[in-house]
Nanobody, 124 residues
Framework: QVQPVESGGGLVQPGGSLRVSCAASGRTFSSYIVGWLRQAPGKEREFVAAISRRGKYTDYADSVKGRFTISRDNAKNTVYLQMNSLKPEDTAVYYC?????????????????WGQGTQVTVSS
């Protein structure tokens, strides 16, 4: 079992950048597909991005393509989400989650191990 722990959230102005990190304890993170999902107040949790076990494959929600980049460093047991050109609608709690499935899924139910989340607020 793996326990993800997110960090790096905060307040940023529209158009700004932020990088959130997800470190894993317990079983090595390289055994899992890792995704970033987010939940805004009053909305359902939604898929943002995911990366395959060795980092060869990635997938992004249409709303963040071209602005967000997911990456991983398995030697450091850490996954990153670089967020550029941030918009107010990106404001949400961002969760890191591990999936034991064979291929990347955009469904939150495909992710088995969740972190506690980190707040990202985009506001002037």
């Amino acid at each position: 079992q793996v326990q993800p722990v997110e960090s790096g959230g905060g307040l940023v102005q529209p158009g700004g950048s932020l990088r959130v990190s997800c470190a894993a304890s317990g079983r090595t993170f390289s055994s899992y597909i890792v995704g970033w999902l987010r939940q805004a107040p009053g909305k359902e949790r939604e898929f943002v991005a995911a990366i395959s076990r060795r980092g060869k494959y990635t997938d992004y929600a249409d709303s963040v393509k071209g602005r967000f980049t997911i990456s991983r460093d398995n030697a450091k047991n850490t996954v990153y989400l670089q967020m550029n050109s941030l918009k107010p609608e990106d404001t949400a709690v961002y969760y890191c989650a591990g999936s034991g499935r064979v291929v990347i899924s955009t469904e939150p139910s495909a992710y088995d191990y969740w972190g506690q989340g980190t707040q990202v607020t985009v506001s002037s």
